[in-house]
């Protein structure tokens, strides 16, 4: 069981304090692929090499299905299964979806009452849905970055096809126009602290390391590790540090 306090205590010792990267890219864009690369996300854990805490639902709905006894490989699942898992417009009969969101939520509350940094996955299609997560996190203390890996239709449908179980192309076509049309509120949104990383070639991983480590020290990295500039997260950092003096 988390307690809140340790995670109080490792909040003050964490690089990444009061820090939240939104890391954000439709289906087919590699995003997965990119992450690792960029971010040294395992595919298995909570926490990216840096440190920083995921949010990701997809975690957690491996989690339950490999619970439930449905395995974590989707390629393999029943055709029903998969299609109501991966499609949007089809009802979760099975709450497995609900279930994921709702721990993912869980999660994030833990990490953000211990003030940790963290790295929050998603595809970018729902503007209004990271905009609001942006200001909540703000509100609370939080300097915020966003992360977009972006490609071309006709890649992410290529990627897609490559799979041996593919979304519906309409599916993918839908979210990709999605998050292309969100791009330039993110820009708003974000300013400065926003970068769009293309992602439209397949790379070997020796090519991928040449590409985006730079990026994470340039960028990302400098983000993470840069003292916090949100006044409410200052003002907690200096009172918990004087209040664990005084112990």
């Given amino acids: 069981m988390i307690k809140l306090m340790d995670l109080i205590h490792e909040g003050i010792q964490d ?21 690792k690369n960029l971010f040294g996300i395992p595919d298995k854990f909570n926490i990216s090499m840096s440190g920083m805490k995921m949010v990701n639902s997809d975690k ?13 490989d989707l390629d393999k699942m029943p055709d029903e299964v998969f299609k109501n898992l991966t499609d949007p417009s089809q009802s979760d009969y099975s709450g ?9 939520k ?3 509350k833990l990490y953000q009452q211990g003030k940790l940094g963290m790295i929050i996955d998603g595809t970018g299609h729902d503007f209004g849905k990271i ?13 915020t970055y966003m992360c977009m890996v972006n490609t071309s239709l006709e890649v992410a449908q290529k990627r897609n096809q490559e799979r041996d179980r593919i979304l519906p192309p309409e599916l993918l076509e839908k979210s990709w126009k999605d998050v292309q049309q969100n791009l330039g509120s993110f820009q708003n949104l974000f300013k400065n602290n926003f970068v769009i990383v ?3 070639k397949h ?15 340039k960028v990302v990295r ?16 200096r009172k918990q540090k004087l209040l664990n003096r005084r112990k």
């Fill in 15 to 35: 690089k990444g304090i009061f820090k939240a990267v939104f890391l954000a890219g439709g289906p087919g864009s590699g995003k997965t692929y990119v992450a």
């Fill in 198 to 200: 293309d992602n439209s």
């Fill in 203 to 217: 790379l070997s991983d020796k090519e991928a390391e040449a590409k985006f480590v730079p990026l994470v020290t």
């Fill in 60 to 72: 957690e709905l491996k989690f339950l299905l490999k619970k439930f006894g449905f395995g974590t």
């Fill in 106 to 108: 869980q999660r994030m």
């Fill in 222 to 237: 400098k983000f993470v590790n840069k003292p916090i500039k949100n006044k409410i997260g200052k003002m907690w950092v």
């Fill in 131 to 143: 905009q609001t997560m942006k200001k909540m996190l703000e509100d609370d203390g939080y300097d």
């Fill in 96 to 104: 497995l979806r609900t279930f994921s969101k709702s721990l993912t």
